[in-house]
């Protein structure tokens, strides 16, 4: 499920009198052959106001009835339409009730292009009860003698337990009693709950584990179709009490008969009693009567409790009623809680409407009550009724009619059904108490803080209550070298070098916890959007202490998923919607103008997005084109970034541009050229660890085709800088300036991007280029031109890069001897088998050395000295060995017995006497 932001159906009439005035809302019901269907509406009685009726699906006014001045009803409405035979119309009758009479309102239509149509207001009188009515509706049933055409009566309950019957023109009065179960026990109860229920739906759901209550419900055994009596169910509780318990609630369920005559005057005959329960105590809780509310689910006969501090959800299938869910939140104050699902509820709180699991005691969605529409401010939030195949939750707050879409998807495109729910891996990472790990850790029980956060002492655990508590204080302050001062503390010392290697363990959620404190979640506050209900979230830096950031770098600590969870975690019970792409490149940015933070945290070791990389990217090439330098060969860098044209000039659209959208920037921003380069090769380095299909989206996501140009520009100029497309006979081209290209990208990452920049762009793309809005004064033969040029250039380039690689492979071939000797030694005990700086110089006096000039190559050539006559087999050390292997020191380590152990020095040493030479001849003698 899902928590669309609300809409506003309607603006409801406000009660005449505001203060003491209220709104009942009921649901208004389709018959048909005296079975009830729900039908997408909504019956609204305002207090001295008006009946009205609302359309759900296509919000609109359907009828409205007007009521005197003085009118104050007690209970929800109940409405029906019925369609009239023979097709001659359709009949609407709503029945209302208030303390003293029951009213109805009877609309009748006679169909499209008739005339208007005919509305009656029958009262009935109320006069042997002074208690008002809490409940009214239909059953099935109509005296035939009385020759009526509506195949029901109407039933009206009021709190002191009587049930009158109505005809439904209201004129006739069939029976009206107070049932002896109600008055039985040590108190007087009044009904605070009523349901009524066809039998059908009671015999598989309410009373299917029941059939001996089943059978107790029918007369006679014959009776089915109309002549199928209606289940009453009862809740209620103690009169007169502020705070009650459940075990001191009743509920009595009742069978009432389709056919009701005035000569039938035994009780059992008009309400046959079935059954009386009480609900199961909850841990001894009590709960001020007053803010209970009660609903039935018939599907699943679960009767549902909601007050301030959650809801509860009770089986009356069983023989007892058992508890299957409940939600209990001690810092909460619900103003309505309502079940949308078997483990599921929509609760409206202090500060937030959220969707609650209570299966796993988790939060799936929320928004914040701050920011629903201005228009909806006022008053508290009531959830009405819940429209499954619509979605729909329909709520009022002050005098607006909500609705609420959960968008529910349906699975494997199969109409009708639903999408499953309460699944685990909806609520790992959820769950309401999930964000208390971080808050002052009790000594005196074991709890899951204490366990997630590693602390095993009393005087561990006082440390951490001291450490978060001078972290919030510095974070709060916003002291930087403070906090990094108590991180030091914490991890063992004042000592820069004291806190853990990448090495050594570090709890992840003493790690979550710091970057909760440098990070924050602020709302846009530029956003004009008052509609929505659901406001943009973006990341920003609250502070940034410079070791232990550089610490959390190190670690590969610090990237946008971790930093996301850490804020996830501080929002709790809140959920924080999905942030949007580059926020945290942008939060940087926003916080240090430099890039120096930036930089830093990109050179890190911990892996990023290939959408946030390639945001970083299109900020750093922006950067770079603020830039106007007045050297020739910086000139140069800038036109690699310019598609060739000099930036300088006022007449070009990009330099143009480049000044209008980023004087601001350039007037505040301190970022250099170097940290600029160094900020955008290491982006591409990043890059290049994803897929190529993963880049080509990203790029063609974020970037515009001009900004793709600027990527293939850079990346050519990193080519010929690295010396890939000349020959080693050439002279290498200049660098431009020597932070251009540092670091250095490898050909493979030069080679990958320079790809996906070119499928990014798309064949499209380049056949059909047309100038963008920042190039309208361009020619667009011209910028045809220089593309062609741009194509011929890079061409030429992979020819040259290709014999490049196949230059290198052929030499490679030649020196195969050389690279095979190089790769077997080891430099680290290389010291251990020179002769010293003799034996380097006698080595450099016994060889003859050189210098040759090959195709205008210099070249240092080591040759025999003839003068000592020695040859080809020269043992000056410069020559390879007859191996081909670099000679190696004894190990220091030996296995023995599956174990590596050290060697002694003794051993080492006898090893080494022992050892061959490079060149020995032993004789053997037979």
């Not at 940015?589 to 930036?598: E, P, T, V, Y």
């Given at each position: ?91 609407r009758q709503t029945y209302v009730a208030a303390k003293k009479e029951i009213k109805g309102f009877i609309e009748k239509s006679a169909g499209v292009g008739a005339s208007a149509p005919t509305i009656s207001s029958p009262t ?189 959800n009770f089986d009356l299938s069983q023989y007892t009623p058992v508890v299957t869910s409940k939600l209990l939140l001690d810092g909460e104050d619900f103003s309505s809680v309502m079940r949308v699902s078997p483990h599921s ?582």
């Amino acid at each position: 499920m899902d928590l669309q932001p609300p809409s506003v159906l309607a603006q409801l009439p406000r009660p005449l009198h505001a203060s003491t005035g209220n709104t009942h809302i009921g649901e208004v019901y389709s018959l048909a052959e005296s079975k009830k269907r729900k039908r997408y509406e909504v019956a609204v009685a305002v207090d001295g106001e008006a009946v009205n009726l609302y359309n759900i699906q296509t919000p609109k006014l359907v009828t409205s009835y007007a009521v005197p001045p003085q009118s104050s009803f007690s209970c929800r409405p109940c409405s029906l339409r019925q369609k009239l035979p023979n097709g001659s119309g359709v009949k609407r009758q709503t029945y209302v009730a208030a303390k003293k009479e029951i009213k109805g309102f009877i609309e009748k239509s006679a169909g499209v292009g008739a005339s208007a149509p005919t509305i009656s207001s029958p009262t009935f009188v109320v006069e042997d009860s002074s208690s008002p009515p809490v409940f009214i509706g239909v059953v099935p049933g109509s005296d035939e003698e009385d020759g009526e055409t509506d195949q029901f009566d109407v039933l009206a309950v009021h709190r002191d337990g009587r049930v009158r019957r109505l005809s439904s023109d209201l004129e006739t009065q069939r029976w009206s009693l107070k049932h002896t179960e109600l008055a039985k026990g040590r108190s007087v109860h009044e009904v605070h709950g009523c349901f009524l229920l066809e039998y059908d739906d009671a015999k598989k759901s309410l009373l299917k584990r029941r059939p001996d209550i089943s059978s107790l419900a029918v007369a006679e055994p014959a009776i089915s179709g109309s002549d199928e009596p209606s289940i009453l169910l009862f809740v209620s509780y103690p009169v007169d009490t502020a705070r009650i318990r459940l075990n001191e609630v009743k509920i009595q369920i009742f069978s009432v008969p389709a056919r009701s005559h005035g000569r039938y005057t035994d009780e059992s005959q008009r309400m046959r009693h079935l059954l009386t329960v009480s609900l199961p105590d909850l841990d001894g809780e009590e709960i001020e009567s007053n803010r209970l509310h009660w609903q039935f689910h018939s599907g699943s006969s679960g009767l549902s409790l909601s007050f301030e501090k959650g809801f509860v959800n009770f089986d009356l299938s069983q023989y007892t009623p058992v508890v299957t869910s409940k939600l209990l939140l001690d810092g909460e104050d619900f103003s309505s809680v309502m079940r949308v699902s078997p483990h599921s509820v929509i609760g409206a709180g202090k500060s937030m409407i959220a969707l609650y699991d209570t299966q796993y005691k988790s939060i799936h969605r929320s928004i914040v009550t701050e920011n629903l529409p201005s228009a909806v401010i006022d008053g508290r939030t009531t959830f009405i009724c819940y429209f499954a195949k619509l979605d729909i939750v329909l709520a009022t707050k002050g005098s607006s009619l909500l609705a609420f879409d959960l968008g529910s998807q349906s699975t494997s495109g199969i109409s009708g059904k639903r999408a499953r729910d309460g699944l685990l891996i909806d609520a790992i990472g959820c769950g309401i108490g999930t964000g208390s790990h971080w808050e002052k850790v009790p000594k005196k029980q074991r709890t899951d803080g204490e366990a997630a956060l590693g602390l095993g002492s009393p005087e561990e655990t006082d440390r951490w209550n001291k450490f978060a508590h001078d972290l919030r204080k510095c974070s709060d302050s916003q002291d930087a070298t403070t906090f990094d001062r108590v991180v030091q503390a914490y991890f063992g010392g004042e000592d820069a070098h004291s806190l853990p290697s990448p090495e050594q363990y570090v709890n992840a959620e003493v790690v979550l916890f710091l970057l909760s404190l440098i990070f924050s979640v602020k709302g846009d506050v530029t956003s004009n959007d008052k509609l929505s209900a659901s406001s943009s979230f973006n990341m920003s830096v609250t502070l940034w202490p410079t070791r232990t950031c550089e610490w959390l770098v190190r670690l590969g600590y610090l990237y946008p998923g971790n930093i996301e969870a850490a804020l996830r975690r501080s929002y709790k019970p809140r959920i924080l919607p999905t942030l949007p792409t580059g926020t945290f490149t942008q939060a940087l940015i926003n916080f240090d103008h430099s890039l120096g933070c930036l930089v830093t945290v990109l050179q890190g070791p911990a892996a990023f997005n290939a959408d946030e990389l390639a945001y970083a990217l299109k900020l750093f090439l922006t950067t770079a084109r603020s830039f106007t330098i007045p050297m020739e060969e910086d000139k140069e860098s800038l036109k690699t970034l310019t598609n060739g044209e000099d930036a300088t000039k006022h007449d070009n659209p990009v330099s143009l541009k480049t000044k209008n959208t980023l004087s601001e920037s350039r007037s505040t921003s301190q970022a250099s050229l170097h940290t600029t380069f160094t900020g955008l090769n290491t982006t591409l380095l990043k890059l290049h660890a994803h897929p190529s299909q993963t880049i080509t989206a990203a790029l063609r996501s974020l970037l515009t085709r001009a900004d793709i140009i600027s990527t293939i520009h850079h990346l050519r100029l990193s080519l010929a800088t690295g010396g890939h497309t000349t020959r080693f006979t050439e002279t290498p081209p200049t660098p431009i300036t020597p932070h251009l290209i540092s670091p250095t990208l490898p050909l493979d990452t030069i080679i990958n991007l320079l790809n996906t920049s070119i499928d990014a762009i798309g064949p499209s793309g380049w056949v059909s280029v047309t100038p963008s809005r920042s190039d309208l004064a361009a020619d667009p033969e011209a910028m045809g031109l220089r593309d062609l040029a741009l194509i011929a250039e890079m061409k030429s380039e992979v020819s040259a890069a290709l014999a490049g690689v196949e230059e290198a492979t052929f030499l490679s071939g030649i020196l195969r001897e050389y690279l095979r000797y190089a790769t077997s030694v080891d430099v680290r005990t290389t010291k251990h088998l020179t002769t010293g700086s003799t034996a380097d110089e006698n080595a450099t006096s016994s060889t003859s050395i050189r210098h040759e000039k090959l195709n205008g190559a210099d070249l240092l050539v080591y040759g025999a000295n003839d003068e000592d006559g020695e040859g080809e087999g020269d043992a000056s050390g410069k020559l390879l060995p007859l191996s081909l292997k670099a000679a190696k020191d004894v190990s220091k380590t030996k296995v023995l017995k599956g174990k590596v152990v050290q060697r002694s020095k003794r051993e080492i040493g006898y090893l080494r006497r022992k050892a061959a030479g490079k060149y020995t001849f032993e004789r053997l003698l037979i």
